[in-house]
């Protein structure tokens, strides 16, 4: 049945076709407002008196404190490795491991979930600077303070034991290569060993660096002494040629004046700087021999005794060609062992040419291998020296400290406000549930909407039993002209009565006094006229008679008109104008009512061949859900309409009838 409902609604939604009237009526919720309108304000005003004690009394004040670390790497580190960190601090900072080391050491926040320890704790970075800051929240200054300094601590805790396993890490790695590159020195070593002892070379090596410097260091030597006999082959032949210019004697005059001293002064410091082996371009003996020359120049008169003797300049020169001729000779025998020595060591150097390149090999080997021994042990000391002395690459900008005030906060107003406003919403959901108990429904725009069809009227009949009268009088614009059949449904097993008397009604003549008063079957006098119910539209009772309004129907049915003496009694109209005479059943309306159990394939039968089904709803009576599935048990869809009856007074004042009434009336059975 659902399943079929909901492709009637499908159907409907296909074909464009809109619901009539609203699923709630505003005015049971207005009228449920006003009802409990001094409940909504004792709950409002009970509401914010709670507000205000626990927004006063309650609601703990929130103090910010921040803490500040920077990060300037590592000895050596790039810059753009610095930068490039900064994203995984913050995510280590609100690690799993970091937040509840946190919640432990803080010591009240046992049973404190993951979420809310990253949202007491919020971590920024800059990673122009490489500025980490802290921010904790916390009810007093001191725990705010308290809490951003502990995940400051937290955080460098976290790095330090990462760094130190990191490091651990490298010295176990470098422990295993020193290891593996040890031995293998020591395999080198031995096969260079080996290759010594088996060509009878205690160090290979040494003696051939030694041979070899040994043999450069003669012959450098020798190649200086080449040179130094030159010199002084050159400094005896310049001393013999002063010699000879010199002379052997002198005269001395008694009384020399003071220019020849000078002179002879001269003339000596010049031989003198000869006999050093200085050469006539060097800037002394020019200055001596300008100095000699201008004396010489000027000449001067000879006064005294003049006596002849040695010169002393030929006696310094003779004795500085000596030296220098006896200097020759040794540098000469010099060079000569020199040369011969250094020719020994030649010949002792090439004796190691034969196996020079294979001890040449293994020398290397052994070297290399001796190297990266040394590279690694210096390594592992430099992890060794940063192991004790730890460095993260962070430090401390900042502390955080206790704050003087509070954090402007609005949770305060926000309680107060709540609080008031949660009572009201919740009183104001017992009202509506108290209003829309069991989703019955109450009125026509209601019924029109879950029954999906028009409400022709609405009445406080049986409530009040004079309002019949006024709901079949206020049909008259349209009931007068309609034709055919229709059936009369109860909407429930309690409504049948009510279709009987409906249907009973609305099958008198339609007079001029219905638009005043219609009397009820039961009170007037009959007389009689022929009326036949709708072809097929009968009903049968166990010994196969036909019922219509709710009697056993045998024939010709006699249904009571008011008399113009029957209409004084009741002070309405005693004359009575037929609009116009009913000569057969398709000039006129027969209404038949269903008096049994309102559903089954009878059910179905009678409403296909009827040509509109009038169902009878109680106000409150009958459910939303029940008045959807009306369709399905009535087999069909466009000719259903509705009549309220029993509505309270308050809803009488409604509209009374809501949807296309008269495409009701006009509605005709194919």
């Known amino acids: 049945m659902a399943r079929q409902d909901a492709d009637e609604a499908v159907e409907d939604e296909e074909g464009g076709a809109s619901r009539p009237g609203f699923p709630v009526d505003l005015f049971r919720i207005r009228r449920a407002l006003l009802r409990g309108k001094w409940w909504l304000l004792a709950a409002g005003a009970i509401g914010a008196v709670i507000g205000y004690l626990l927004g006063k009394f309650v609601v703990k004040h929130n103090y910010e404190a921040s803490a500040s670390i920077q990060y300037t790497g590592q000895p050596g580190e790039n810059p753009q490795v610095v930068q490039r960190d900064q994203t995984s601090f913050v995510t280590a900072a609100q690690s799993e491991e970091v937040l509840y080391a946190l919640r432990d050491r803080m010591g009240d926040m046992e049973g404190v979930p993951l979420v809310a320890l990253r949202a007491m704790v919020l971590v920024n970075s800059d990673?122009?600077?490489?500025?980490?800051t802290f921010t904790s929240w916390g009810e007093t200054?001191?725990?705010?303070a308290s809490m951003a300094n502990t995940a400051v601590e937290l955080f460098l805790e976290h790095h330090e034991t990462r760094r130190r396993n990191q490091l651990d890490e490298e010295a176990q790695s470098l422990q295993q290569r020193i290891d593996a590159a040890q031995a293998e020195l020591t395999t080198a070593r031995g096969t260079y060993d080996a290759f010594r002892t088996a060509n009878g070379i205690t160090d290979l090596t040494a003696e051939q660096e030694s041979a070899i410097e040994q043999a450069a260091s003669l012959q450098s030597q020798a190649d200086l002494g080449h040179a130094e006999v030159e010199s002084l082959e050159a400094r005896v032949a310049q001393l013999r040629g002063e010699l000879g210019r010199t002379n052997r004697t002198e005269t001395v005059s008694a009384g020399a004046s003071d220019e020849q001293r000078r002179l002879r002064q001269l003339q000596q410091l010049l031989a003198e700087a000869r006999g050093q082996g200085l050469g006539d371009n060097h800037p002394r003996v020019q200055s001596l021999q300008r100095q000699v020359a201008a004396l010489e120049h000027a000449g001067g008169a000879q006064t005294g005794v003049s006596r002849t003797g040695t010169n002393p300049v030929y006696a310094?020169?003779?004795s500085s060609l000596q030296s220098a001729e006896t200097e020759l000779e040794a540098a000469r025998q010099r060079v000569a062992s020199l040369s011969q020595l250094a020719v020994q060591a030649q010949e002792r150097t090439a004796r190691f040419s034969a196996i020079e390149g294979q001890a040449a090999q293994l020398l290397a080997q052994v070297n290399v291998k001796q190297s990266?021994?040394?590279?690694?042990?210096?390594?592992?000391?430099?992890?060794?020296?940063?192991?004790?002395?730890?460095?993260?690459?962070?430090?401390?900008?900042?502390?955080?400290?206790p704050p003087d005030t509070a954090l402007p906060s609005k949770k305060k107003y926000a309680v107060a406000a709540g609080i008031p406003l949660a009572f009201v919403t919740i009183m104001l959901l017992m009202l509506l549930f108290r209003e829309l108990r069991g989703l019955t429904v109450q009125t026509s725009r209601e019924v029109?909407?879950?029954?999906?069809?028009?409400?022709?009227?609405?009445?406080?009949?049986?409530?009040?039993?004079r309002a019949l009268l006024d709901l079949v009088a206020d049909l008259d614009d349209c009931a007068p002209d309609a034709r055919g059949t229709m059936l009369v449904v109860g909407g429930t097993e309690g409504d049948r009565e009510l279709a009987v008397e409906i249907a009973s009604q609305?099958?008198?003549?339609?007079t001029a006094s219905t638009q005043i008063d219609v009397p009820t079957m039961g009170a007037l006098p009959r007389t009689t006229r022929s009326s036949h119910p709708p072809a097929g539209a009968g009903y049968y009772d166990d010994d196969g008679d036909e019922v219509l309004h709710g009697e056993i129907y045998d024939g010709p049915t006699e249904?009571?008109?008011p008399t113009g003496a029957e209409l004084a009694l009741l002070d309405l109209p005693t004359e009575v104008e037929r609009p116009h005479e009913l000569h057969d059943a398709s000039d006129r309306l027969i209404c038949t009512a269903w008096t049994q159990k309102p559903e089954g394939q009878a059910l179905r039968r009678?409403?296909?061949l009827a040509d509109r089904v009038l169902v009878v709803v109680t106000a409150g009576g009958l459910k939303a859900t029940e008045l959807a599935s009306i369709r399905t048990r009535l087999g069909v869809k466009d000719t259903i309409g509705y009549v309220l009856t029993g509505v309270s007074d308050e809803v009488s004042k409604l509209p009374d009838r809501t949807g296309d009434v008269e495409a009701f009336w006009s509605s005709r059975a194919r």
């Open 127 to 132: 990673p122009n600077s490489g500025l980490i």
């Open 141 to 144: 200054p001191d725990r705010a």
């Open 316 to 318: 310094q020169i003779q």
């Open 372 to 401: 990266l021994l040394t590279e690694l042990n210096e390594a592992r000391s430099e992890i060794e020296d940063q192991q004790q002395d730890l460095q993260t690459g962070f430090r401390v900008v900042a502390d955080a400290r």
């Open 448 to 465: 029109a909407f879950w029954g999906n069809g028009p409400v022709i009227g609405t009445t406080t009949w049986p409530r009040n039993p």
């Open 506 to 510: 609305l099958n008198h003549d339609w």
């Open 559 to 561: 249904v009571s008109v």
């Open 606 to 608: 009678a409403a296909r």
